[in-house]
């Protein structure tokens, strides 16, 4: 029950746009506690909240292995792998999820940004164009991405 609070507290402090208490409140947990889906969870964001690009991508990566059929958990992973400049290993990271991925619209427009930053311009195009017949509403985020930059004109 005890940890059950402790997650309470840390969401708090997340909803409170605080995600440095909700990590210190997190490391209060046991050792085992910590690594349970929902604190891992909650620190994911809280790291991805933080811009603690490196630890997030270790902990979305544990996500990925322990949640192996969880989309989300490696498109997280991968956005923190590309923060720390490392987009080659974010796509790789991307490219290795479930069979799921292939209908989600953030899939695609996050691989279409990496390709687009590796220099793939055609393949980076194919997907953001399926990125954008899944969710339209990517467009818009699409017009400001600097990871895009390299797709402005290309038909």
Same mark, same amino acid.
């Given at each position: 029950?005890?940890?059950?609070? =402790?997650?309470? $507290? !840390?969401?708090?402090?997340?909803?409170?746009?605080?995600?440095?208490?909700?990590?210190? #409140?997190? @490391? @209060?947990?046991?050792?085992? #506690?910590?690594?349970?889906? *929902? $604190?891992? /969870?909650?620190?994911?964001?809280?790291?991805? #909240? %933080?811009?603690?690009?490196? !630890? %997030?991508?270790? @902990?979305?990566?544990?996500?990925?292995?322990?949640?192996?059929?969880?989309?989300?958990?490696?498109?997280? $992973?991968?956005?923190?792998l *590309? #923060? =720390?400049?490392? =987009?080659?290993?974010?796509?790789?990271?991307?490219m290795?999820?479930?069979?799921?991925?292939?209908?989600?619209?953030?899939?695609?427009?996050?691989? $279409?940004?990496?390709?687009?930053?590796?220099?793939?311009?055609?393949?980076?195009?194919?997907?953001l164009?399926?990125?954008?017949?899944?969710? /339209?509403?990517?467009?818009?985020?699409?017009?400001?991405? @600097?990871?895009? /930059?390299?797709?402005?004109?290309v038909?």
């Amino acid at each position: 029950m005890e940890a059950l609070g =402790t997650l309470r $507290a !840390a969401l708090g402090w997340l909803e409170l746009g605080l995600p440095e208490e909700a990590l210190t #409140e997190l @490391t @209060t947990l046991s050792a085992r #506690e910590r690594m349970r889906r *929902h $604190a891992l /969870e909650l620190r994911l964001l809280a790291e991805m #909240e %933080a811009q603690r690009w490196n !630890a %997030a991508a270790d @902990t979305g990566r544990l996500l990925c292995m322990k949640e192996p059929k969880e989309a989300r958990f490696f498109i997280h $992973a991968a956005y923190c792998l *590309h #923060e =720390t400049g490392d =987009t080659l290993a974010a796509r790789d990271w991307l490219m290795k999820g479930p069979a799921a991925l292939m209908n989600d619209p953030l899939f695609h427009y996050n691989l $279409a940004c990496y390709l687009a930053v590796l220099g793939e311009r055609k393949r980076a195009k194919t997907h953001l164009d399926r990125a954008f017949e899944l969710d /339209e509403s990517l467009k818009e985020t699409a017009q400001a991405d @600097t990871d895009l /930059e390299a797709l402005r004109g290309v038909e």
